[in-house]
């Protein structure tokens, strides 16, 4: 079906101007799946923000309205825990260092 309305840059009107969009380093953008929903987190120690996968099954089948993830991620590895609600929508985020149990076995 041909769309035979009018652009709006056939009507002369301006673009509407872009708020701060977030940048996403070219190759990061990664599209949804039917078991993989991602999600764009702020990493304070990537200083970027990340293209989280969150398994759908995590959130589908929590029996809490807001569910914590963990992604370990980065070079050195770093841990960003997202709380995420049934609507896949960030509430809070938190980056964090990682300590391994292996480094203080005897
Ligand atoms: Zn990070």
Do not use: W
């Amino acid at each position: 079906m041909k769309n035979t309305n009018p652009s709006d840059k056939d009507l002369g009107i301006p673009e509407i101007p872009m708020k701060k969009a977030i940048i996403v380093k070219q190759g990061q953008i990664r599209k949804d799946t039917e078991t993989t929903k991602f999600v764009l987190v702020e990493c304070q120690i990537c200083n970027k923000t990340i293209n989280m996968p969150i398994p759908r099954k995590i959130i589908e089948e929590s029996p809490l309205p807001v569910t914590d993830v963990t992604y370990i991620h980065g070079n050195p590895k770093h841990a960003l825990t997202a709380q995420l609600d049934k609507d896949y929508a960030v509430r809070r985020r938190r980056a964090s260092v990682i300590i391994s149990e292996k480094d203080y076995e005897e």
